[in-house]
């Protein structure tokens, strides 16, 4: 199993979980998430993410033209954000994979290929 813990960020479910104004500019809402992620790839996030990590943003529809940084990088979805999570859940079996959403269906999809699932709480650390 490699040692590098992949987490995966469902971007539109959880800048959605919160009604912060999000809605009137979906990828500056998405840019302030990724920048919130970059310290989990150094620091992690203890005790269930230990450092180092990859950190990987998935973006769809209007978001899905925010770059990536050096600390986060960022998958714009072809089709659905949830079929990309899956994809990157899928593609990596011998990684730990965490994936971060609130998503019913996508939680029972990655679980059921091995990954765990965190609410968008969890990365604020509540």
């Not at 960020?9 to 919160?18: K, Q």
């Not at 919130?36 to 180092?52: I, K, Q, S, V």
């Amino acid at each position: 199993m490699d040692e590098l813990p992949l987490l995966i960020v469902d971007a539109a479910n959880v800048v959605g979980s919160r009604p912060d104004g999000w809605w009137r500019d979906r990828p500056a809402a998405t840019a302030r998430l990724r920048d919130a992620l970059t310290p989990l790839a150094e620091r992690g996030r203890p005790p269930e993410l230990p450092p180092p990590a990859e950190v990987v943003l998935v973006v769809e529809g209007a978001a899905r033209d925010v770059p990536g940084v050096p600390q986060v990088r960022v998958v714009a979805a072809d089709r659905s954000g949830d079929d990309t999570v899956v994809d990157l859940v899928g593609a990596a079996p011998q990684r730990r994979r965490l994936v971060v959403t609130a998503d019913r269906g996508l939680r029972e999809r990655v679980r059921a290929l091995g990954a765990e699932v965190y609410g968008p709480r969890w990365l604020r650390g509540e």
